[in-house]
């Protein structure tokens, strides 16, 4: 029986609407370098690029010669940076890896017997429409690098092979991918295992396979998952102060987002869920059409996702668990996104004449040179797109940090300033943004923090905190910010232009004014 116009290899589509979402993400949502997430996953590159940097900062120091969550991840980037400059080094994974995800994407709809064009639009739907409709402040792609979005470019392709039934293949992908993010690779892991499970099942036999499947992924992923599950279990060091215990400084306080899923509100509840019914109808419309989609693995993967969250759920709000709140089984409502847009967009289509959509469909497959040249053309503009990042408000202040301070100067900054670290090339106290996984280390990050914005009691509660932790600090006295010095090694604080100070003023651009605290 010869093959479906859905199963024919089909590369130049698949690259044409990777480098379609290339281009069309940074004008949606931006490009980022230097600030966010980076104040935590550069500094530590930079500093195993040039050991005599951020010598003075006690968190990039805890992050380098360890193997940590991020290691490989800083250490592809490390080896791309001896090449390129660092940001460029930083623009091209993040260009190639946008495009990795949305062909896997595009590959994904089409192993689920999408044409070419649904599948192009469910590409385009899940990684630039609807892609933060998710629980956990989570995306398929996001707008800077991250090691969670090299992942996903890893993981879709492995759920294709699932799809496929090569489930050896993806088992290999699946443990090679959690040597970029553990997490996202785990929790895909043990919900195509569950798939394979209830495919077992379902059909009385296959019991050994899914064992097999879930062993092969777990061994692979093992020379990562094993040293840094040590890592973070470790327990030495300062003690948190009392009132303050890790869930609540992990789970209530800093990643309320990511960790509690009811953090998420009604309004982003009742977007998910509407995104879920629209998929579901959408794979119930296509199934009236000549070719309907597979909608088996959708619903078994659905299962299994909610399953996980059930549990994890239960563990969070009934037991206070740690370790139920940092698996973040949520993050599966990124993939339950992507399947959700593939369905939709096969409902979509069912609505056209069959002989429109095959017309559609054979255009995109007759007309390779045309595809290729698109294709180019986009990835072109995808480029330029990450040539110059969004600004930020630091930026100003951090780039006359690094031409005019000494290599050595350690900053005080705003506790939210996650933009002065990687500009300035220059040690900071302490940011909100970088706080390490271990919580004995967490409890050295909490007294910086509370020593640079001191508040009268332990907050309970995460929201409006950083805001609390920035007016906090402006209204430091000057003794209080000489102590820091003194305490740690502070040479520099950076401070609204609005503080009023009787310290030496090096720096005032209006908007941050940067005060000497020590030679």
């Known amino acids: 029986m010869p093959r479906s116009d859905s199963s024919r290899p089909d590369l130049p589509t698949t690259v044409f609407a990777g480098a379609l979402v290339a281009c069309l993400h940074p004008l949606r949502f931006g490009y980022q370098y230097g600030s966010g997430d980076h104040d935590d996953l550069l500094p530590p590159v930079l500093a195993q690029l040039h050991p005599e940097w951020f010598s003075h900062d006690a968190y990039v120091q805890s992050q380098v010669g360890d193997m940590t969550v991020r290691t490989v991840f800083q250490m592809v980037l490390r080896a791309l940076s001896g090449v390129l400059s660092l940001p460029a080094a930083a623009g091209v994974l993040h260009l190639l890896s946008s495009v990795a995800v949305s062909a896997g994407v595009f590959a994904l709809a089409r192993a689920l017997r999408l044409g070419r064009t649904a599948s192009v639009l ?133 990643f309320p987002h990511h960790f509690l899923p009811m953090h998420a509100g009604v309004g982003r509840w009742g977007l998910v869920l509407l995104l879920g019914a629209l998929g579901i109808a959408g794979y119930l419309a296509a199934r009236r059409s000549t070719r309907p989609p597979d909608i088996r693995f959708p619903l078994r993967f659905a299962i299994a996702a909610i399953a996980l969250m059930v549990i994890g759920t239960v563990g969070i709000y009934a037991f206070e668990s740690l370790a139920a709140a940092r698996v973040q089984a949520f993050k599966l409502t990124v993939l339950l996104n992507v399947l959700a847009c593939i369905g939709i967009s096969g409902g979509l289509l069912s609505r056209l004449s069959p002989d429109l959509r095959q017309r559609a469909d054979r255009a995109l497959r007759r007309q390779p040179r045309a595809v290729w040249s698109l294709a180019v053309g986009l990835l072109l503009l995808g480029s330029f797109a990450r040539w110059t990042p969004d600004p930020d408000p630091a930026r100003s202040v951090a780039e006359w940090a690094h031409a005019t301070t000494d290599r050595h100067a350690v900053f005080a900054v705003p506790p939210s300033m996650a933009g002065f670290r990687v500009p300035s090339e220059r040690s900071v106290v302490v940011t909100w943004k970088s706080v390490p996984f271990r919580a004995d280390l967490a409890a050295d990050w909490w007294t910086r923090l509370m020593a640079v914005a001191p508040l009268a009691d332990v907050p309970r509660d995460g929201d409006g905190l950083q805001a609390r932790l920035d007016s906090a600090y402006a209204a430091q006295p000057d003794d209080a910010r000489r102590q820091l010095g003194e305490s740690y090694g502070a040479t520099h604080a950076v401070v609204p232009s609005t503080v009023s100070t009787a310290l030496p003023v090096l720096h005032d651009d209006g908007t941050w004014k940067v005060l000497r605290l020590s030679e």
């Not at 050896?168 to 959690?178: I, Q, S, T, Y």
């Not at 030495?236 to 303050?244: D, I, Q, T, W």
């Open 122 to 254: 469910a590409t385009v739907l899940a990684c630039v429409v609807v892609p933060t409709v998710t629980i956990g402040g989570n995306a398929v792609i996001y707008s800077l690098l991250t090691p969670e979005g090299i992942a996903w470019a890893v993981i879709l392709p492995a759920m294709v092979w699932f799809v496929q039934k090569k489930r050896m293949r993806a088992a290999a992908l699946l443990g090679f991918a959690a040597w970029f993010h553990l997490l996202a690779a785990g929790l895909v892991g043990l919900v195509l295992t569950g798939v394979a499970l209830l495919e077992a099942l379902d059909r009385r036999e296959g019991w050994d396979r899914a064992a097999a499947f879930g062993g092969l992924a777990a061994a692979i992923a093992a020379p990562i998952a094993v040293p840094v599950l040590l890592r973070q279990s470790a327990e030495a060091g300062a003690a948190l102060p009392p009132g303050l215990d890790a869930f609540t400084l992990y789970a209530t306080l800093r």
